[in-house]
């Protein structure tokens, strides 16, 4: 029996972001239509699989896929522009899907993306601390505040 991989997903009114997290990925077989979805595949030796039954229907055709070689990511164009209220149809708590927090955004925040028009965040690395904010020369002895004196 296959294994089920851990996901994530996050979504905005027209579109489903859903990872499938299987390293080095091998032999996928991947089946999307309208609201069903089927991934099979290999990694390491061993086989995965995850079958959903979506919320609502998404477009294959408008929906694209690719690997990373750490993860394997969907983009799933919804059918109808609108708020999922989960992912699924079943509204049981599924234990191998969690949020993407990276991508997710509340529904009246939805049409806030962030644009970053080609910028590359990988090259600002760390900002580290601020480190202490130094001393606030010029400001003396501030009359009118009683109890304040020097020590």
Same mark, same amino acid.
């Given at each position: 029996m296959a294994a089920i991989p851990k996901?994530?997903? %996050?979504?905005?009114? *027209? /579109? &489903?972001?859903?990872?499938?997290?299987?390293?080095?990925?091998k *032999?996928? /077989?991947?089946t999307i239509e309208g609201n069903k979805f089927h991934f099979s595949g290999k990694s390491q030796g061993k086989e995965y699989a995850v079958d959903l039954d979506f919320f609502a229907d998404v477009d294959s055709k408008e929906? =694209?896929? =690719?690997?990373?070689?750490?993860?394997? &990511?969907?983009?799933? %164009?919804k059918v109808e522009s609108k708020w999922w209220d989960r992912l699924t149809k079943e509204k049981q708590k599924l234990h191998f899907? +969690?949020?993407?927090?990276? /991508?997710y955004k509340d529904e009246d925040e939805a049409d806030d993306d962030f644009k970053t028009? +080609?910028?590359d965040f990988n090259k600002f690395g760390g900002m580290g601390g601020m480190g202490g904010m130094g001393g606030m020369g010029g400001m003396g002895g501030m009359g009118?505040?009683?109890g304040m004196g020097r020590v």
């Amino acid at each position: 029996m296959a294994a089920i991989p851990k996901c994530e997903w %996050a979504q905005r009114n *027209d /579109k &489903v972001w859903f990872t499938i997290q299987v390293q080095d990925l091998k *032999d996928e /077989k991947i089946t999307i239509e309208g609201n069903k979805f089927h991934f099979s595949g290999k990694s390491q030796g061993k086989e995965y699989a995850v079958d959903l039954d979506f919320f609502a229907d998404v477009d294959s055709k408008e929906s =694209t896929w =690719t690997t990373t070689g750490r993860h394997l &990511v969907f983009i799933l %164009a919804k059918v109808e522009s609108k708020w999922w209220d989960r992912l699924t149809k079943e509204k049981q708590k599924l234990h191998f899907l +969690g949020i993407d927090w990276d /991508k997710y955004k509340d529904e009246d925040e939805a049409d806030d993306d962030f644009k970053t028009d +080609g910028m590359d965040f990988n090259k600002f690395g760390g900002m580290g601390g601020m480190g202490g904010m130094g001393g606030m020369g010029g400001m003396g002895g501030m009359g009118g505040m009683g109890g304040m004196g020097r020590v």
